[in-house]
């Protein structure tokens, strides 16, 4: 019960606060394929390795940013133009193109040992679109330095006040316990 009442104000600050706990990202290029199956058919999906100039990735993870977007790219194309429902999707990345090879033939091999039908799927007939949303930082850089500096100052000194008001806050829980 002690230790709650110090997590509490801690998870509810990063709850309340995400700009603080937010990651920073990066904008790369990376290779890409897909892969779709149906649980109700014999017959799976794979596209041709792509290059996409610019995707983002955490930086402390390397997690594709919106990597569902990306399947459902590959999902949509599967029910718009093959009539195909009921796919699930799934897509690959890496950031160098001989890793993202092994694992598409990785892919493939299994899925033929497990007496699936490999249908490939052309970059002619499909092929990914970046998924870019701007975020904070991205904003930011466009702004004039002057502007981004005091946007910066101004994000330090809130920090600054929440861990204060956070540091007051467990102090008086502890005063008020002694009482």
């Known amino acids: 019960m002690k230790l709650l009442k110090y997590i509490l104000p801690l998870a509810l600050s990063g709850c309340l606060f995400p700009s603080a706990v937010q ?15 149906s649980m109700i058919d014999s017959t799976a999906y794979l596209t041709d390795i792509q290059r996409l100039d610019t995707v983002i990735l955490e930086n402390k993870t390397s997690f594709l940013r919106d990597r569902q977007l990306y399947s459902a790219q590959l999902n ?32 493939n091999k299994t899925q033929q040992a497990m007496g699936m039908k490999i249908k490939p799927v052309a970059t002619d007939d499909f092929s990914f679109h970046p998924e870019l949303w701007a975020t904070l ?14 946007l ?22 502890k005063s008020g316990k002694k009482k």
């Not at 990202?25 to 199956?37: D, E, S």
């Not at 796919?87 to 690959?92: G, N, P, Q």
């Open 23 to 37: 990651a920073k990202a990066k904008r790369v290029p990376a290779y890409m394929f897909g892969y779709a199956v």
């Open 152 to 173: 910066e100052k101004a994000d330090k000194a809130k920090q600054k006040e929440q861990k204060k008001a956070l540091k007051d806050q467990l102090k008086n829980g």
């Open 137 to 150: 930082e991205d904003e930011r850089a466009n702004l004039p330095r002057a502007e981004r500096k005091a």
């Open 76 to 107: 949509a194309y599967l029910e718009d133009k093959l009539l195909l429902s009921n796919m699930t999707c799934a897509v690959f990345y890496n950031q160098k193109r001989k890793k993202l090879e092994k694992v598409r033939q990785r892919v």
